[in-house]
């Protein structure tokens, strides 16, 4: 068990005071048997009602509904979790899906039908072009090494590019411009593994870097496995999900997972600048 405390601070600026509508956010990690939430804070400026639920992924969504306009957002979260060691993929995957193909039980298939549905149908024949080089139709693999060969591919394949804009690159641009960022390679392991009739869904959280540096929000993809479950692959850093990653969100589409939404009203011009810092440090 290790015990990590999660310091998530973001601030929006602008250049008169505006109204703020209710915002959405996500920032405490999912609790489990492999993390167990200490304590948390959460601040809010200006003042603020907030109230928690549990989204239909069963995320925990805090709504924060402003009581004054200002001329600054600022939303600050820290959090201490435990962590505990999780057993490798390739140790408990049900024999009866260790190779690949394989059959998900006819009990689960209503669950998981959404998450099998490309989300991106019309980039359908691109990925499944660049797929062939890991598998062709009617081949036998093993399905824990596949799924680390697609990972690694993922990381091979496209440059690292950190990217502010709003929203993911889909896949066709993502292979159009041989990069993207951690949600980019995110949502594209997600659609490759459904393009072969796997179970998969979005995750966002944070990662605890090598010691001394800061950590960050990140994006990964969880497939579902029989006997194993819900399985992380962080293609971006080319690893299976372990205990530096700490999952808050969890959704068949990545829209549906952002850290922090909602809208304010004010003059066109008013923004000003945004400001985040994430620090994922041991304790």
């Not at 048997?33 to 907030?50: F, G, K, Q, R």
């Not at 299976?240 to 068949?252: C, D, F, L, N």
Request: one cysteine or more.
């Amino acid at each position: 068990m290790k015990r990590i405390r999660i310091i998530h601070d973001t601030a929006y600026h602008y250049k008169v005071p505006v109204t703020f509508g209710p915002h959405r956010a996500l920032l405490r990690p999912r609790e489990g048997h492999d993390l167990h939430i200490d304590c948390s804070t959460l601040l809010v400026e200006p003042e603020a009602s907030v109230r928690w639920y549990r989204d239909i992924y069963g995320n925990s969504i805090a709504i924060i509904t402003f009581l004054e306009p200002g001329p600054k957002l600022h939303v600050h979260s820290e959090i201490d979790v435990d962590l505990y060691e999780d057993v490798p993929i390739d140790c408990t995957i049900d024999p009866m899906a260790q190779e690949y193909p394989f059959q998900y039980d006819a009990t689960d298939q209503v669950e998981i039908m959404p998450y099998r549905l490309p989300s991106y149908p019309h980039d359908g024949p691109a990925v499944q072009r660049w797929l062939r080089d890991l598998y062709q139709p009617g081949q036998k693999a093993d399905t824990a090494e596949l799924l680390d060969r697609l990972n690694t591919r993922i990381f091979e394949s496209f440059r690292y590019a950190e990217r502010h804009e709003m929203g993911v690159q889909i896949p066709c641009r993502t292979l159009e411009l041989g990069s993207g960022s951690c949600r980019d390679f995110a949502v594209f392991m997600m659609e490759a593994a459904r393009h072969w009739g796997l179970a998969a869904r979005f995750v966002t959280g944070y990662i605890q870097m090598a010691e001394g540096q800061h950590g960050s929000t990140h994006a990964w993809t969880e497939i579902y496995l029989p006997g194993a479950g819900w399985r992380g692959f962080d293609p971006t850093n080319n690893k299976p999900a372990g205990t530096e990653h700490i999952s808050v969100a969890v959704a068949r589409a990545h829209e549906k997972a952002s850290p922090l939404s909602g809208y304010w009203d004010g003059p066109g011009d008013a923004f000003e600048r945004m400001e985040v810092s994430v620090q994922v440090v041991a304790q």
